[in-house]
């Protein structure tokens, strides 16, 4: 059974613009959240995704936003990037919109310069 | 808002010897998950707790639920270097969802 796939890996892009990142949830795993994980935060919920739905939102500013697909993939974005956006972002997977246990893809680390 | 605070923030020991590392917070939690992250990596399920009191036994892993679902502990017995990486606890909240809130962390270092 494939895990939780984010692409891509890495990305560098610079001050002011945007990025799109990428969650493939674990085949049948309806529920997907994202989370920032930075040295100084630690690991902070972004927001959750339940059958193209929008559960849950974090304490973030609305450049940061995302959507689900008709197969549960996930998508989040972010405009306008600040230096402060490097982090490393992370996907989680959930079979149901009650908590099940979570399980996480590798991350994106994203750079902004 | 809830907290999850972890201790020791970091630990380096001796393969051999035994540790703890403890997450404390003031709410309530419907469940609690321990995860293990290398570097750069995504951090990998451990466990979950459910139960107040409950307690789980993984090789040389013990986790235990607080009784009043709070708190949970992480013990390891007999440390290999193998365990190296940062612990993470993380708790589900009671209302549902999926919005884990994680810990603080604790990274620990197990030398030969």
């Known amino acids: 059974k494939a895990g939780v796939t984010q692409t891509p890996r890495y990305l560098i892009k610079t001050r002011g613009q945007q990025v799109t990142l990428s969650c493939s949830p674990i085949s049948g795993h309806r529920s997907v959240s994202w989370y920032q994980q930075t040295p100084g935060q630690g690991l902070q919920f972004l927001f959750e995704?339940?059958?193209?739905?929008?559960?849950n939102k974090g304490n973030f500013p609305g450049r940061f936003s995302g959507r689900q697909f008709s197969n549960s993939r996930s998508e989040m974005n972010v405009s306008t990037l600040e230096l402060g956006d490097s982090a490393l972002y992370l996907c989680?997977?959930?079979?149901?919109?009650?908590?099940?246990?979570?399980?996480f893809g590798q991350g994106t680390r994203l750079t902004v310069v | 808002t809830q907290l999850l605070e972890q201790s020791p923030q970091f630990l380096s020991i001796q393969e051999g010897e035994n540790l703890t590392v403890y997450c404390n917070s003031s709410s309530v939690f419907s469940s609690l998950q321990w995860y293990r992250q290398e570097p750069g990596e995504g951090p990998v399920l451990l466990v979950t707790v459910v139960t107040g009191g409950e307690v789980k036994k993984l090789k040389r892993l013990t986790f235990q639920f607080g009784d009043a679902r709070k708190d949970s502990s992480l013990h390891i017995t007999a440390a290999q270097p193998g365990d190296t990486g940062l612990y993470l606890c993380a708790g589900a909240p009671t209302g549902g969802g999926n919005k884990l809130t994680f810990g603080t962390g604790t990274q620990l270092k197990v030398e030969l």
């Open positions: 995704y339940f059958s193209e739905t929008q559960r």
């Open positions: 989680a997977s959930s079979l149901a919109g009650g908590f099940t246990e979570a399980f």
